[in-house]
């Protein structure tokens, strides 16, 4: 079975501490996406990357930073958590552009 | 940047169709369907690329008309299963997969 693991399926921070959100895949995927899930927005895309050491802005940078260090591997940092970040993460991968997305089952932060 | 989704949420007894519509303002690559339930990840359900083809999943299908930028899922003969929020993604040509804010089906017996 293919595999989208999210290190944290709920985080409590404080404004201002710095959020470190891990996304593994098993499936040797090249591209990796975050995104954040909001009700009545959908999903957003924050950042995705479509090989190791690369990385594209999404709809929804400002706040945000990846990190791509081993195929497998996607994280996102929040350099210094707000309360707007509060909100459910979704990581996913794909094969290529033209195939399905994987997601993780998701980490749901809450800033204080 | 993401497409609009339309309607908002929809309310069917088992056996009665629906459409949901997505369009873009930009130009599209491909456009991938999902459904969410709730407290659950998203789950891919079809990928349509240009060229205005349709494609099937079930009892739900999918058309892509690339000159107006817009996708249309049908759900036909709706089971109870079928319940959830509905999402499209639209690709363009800088890679960039964008979701609209989402379809809720409530499907009652």
């Known amino acids: 079975d293919v595999k989208v693991t999210q290190s944290s399926r709920y985080l409590v921070k404080r404004t201002g501490e710095k959020v470190f959100l891990e996304c593994v895949q098993d499936?040797?995927?090249?591209?990796m996406f975050w995104y954040r899930q909001d009700p009545g927005l959908g999903l957003r895309l924050i950042y995705f990357s479509y090989d190791v050491k690369m990385k594209e802005k999404g709809d929804i940078p400002e706040g945000y930073s990846v990190s791509r260090e081993k195929k497998e591997r996607f994280s996102l940092i929040l350099e210094s958590a707000s309360t707007n970040q509060t909100s459910m993460y979704l990581c996913?991968?794909?094969?290529?552009?033209?195939?399905?997305?994987?997601f993780g089952e998701g980490s749901r932060l809450t800033v204080l | 940047q993401q497409p609009v989704q339309s309607p908002q949420a929809v309310i069917l007894r088992e056996g009665e169709d629906a459409v949901i519509n997505c369009s873009s303002s930009?130009?599209?690559?491909?456009v991938h369907w999902y459904r969410q339930k709730h407290g659950e990840a998203p789950v891919f359900l079809m990928i349509?690329?240009?060229?205005?083809e349709q494609k099937g999943h079930d009892k739900i299908s999918a058309s892509f008309n690339e000159k107006k930028q817009q996708s249309s899922l049908y759900l036909t003969a709706s089971q109870l299963s079928y319940s959830g929020t509905y999402f499209c993604?639209?690709?363009?040509?800088?890679?960039?997969?964008?979701f609209g804010a989402g379809t809720t089906v409530t499907v009652r017996a």
């Open positions: 996913a991968s794909s094969i290529d552009r033209v195939r399905e997305l994987f």
């Open positions: 499936m040797d995927h090249e591209n």
């Open positions: 349509l690329l240009k060229g205005g």
């Open positions: 993604g639209t690709e363009r040509a800088d890679y960039k997969l964008s």
């Open positions: 930009k130009a599209l690559y491909s």
